[in-house]
């Protein structure tokens, strides 16, 4: 009878923390759960990846910066191939930059959203490696025209 009565206090406990929880904090659960599923096996937990073939996610904010790098973000293909909605994609993008690299976002950073994820996931280009490329070029040559 006493273990019977221990098993419904703990269940009662577990209800009242789930019930307090914000929307916010079950998406950022639900988004955490979906990088440990989908991301981290090559990612890693911390993101620090295996460089050279699998990049560390500390600087990936900086491509934030421009819309060119927005849309790759969606298109690598470990995120465009992702067994998740855009609506997940979006929430699992948005914790990954605020996890692993809030140092590198640039100023005005705006999360992404549903439809941007939508707009961009599934139009990849042929050669994602020269997108990178092509992508980390144009930040260095943005990165030495503010420092003149």
Known sequence: MV????????????LVALAAWTPA???DLSARSNYMIHCQGCHLADGTGHEPDVPSLARLGRFAA???GRSYLTQVPGASQAPVSDRELAAVLNWV??????????????????SEVARYRHNRP???RASRRALLDALDDATVTSSR
């Not at 273990?3 to 577990?14: F, G, P, Q, S, Y």
């Open 126 to 128: 042929l050669d994602i």
């Open 97 to 114: 930059l605020a996890t692993f690299s809030p140092a590198s976002l640039p100023t005005g950073f705006f999360n992404y959203t549903e």
């Open 3 to 14: 273990r019977r009565e221990a098993k419904r206090h703990v269940l009662a406990t577990m």
């Open 25 to 27: 904090a079950r998406a």
């Open 66 to 68: 421009l819309d060119a």
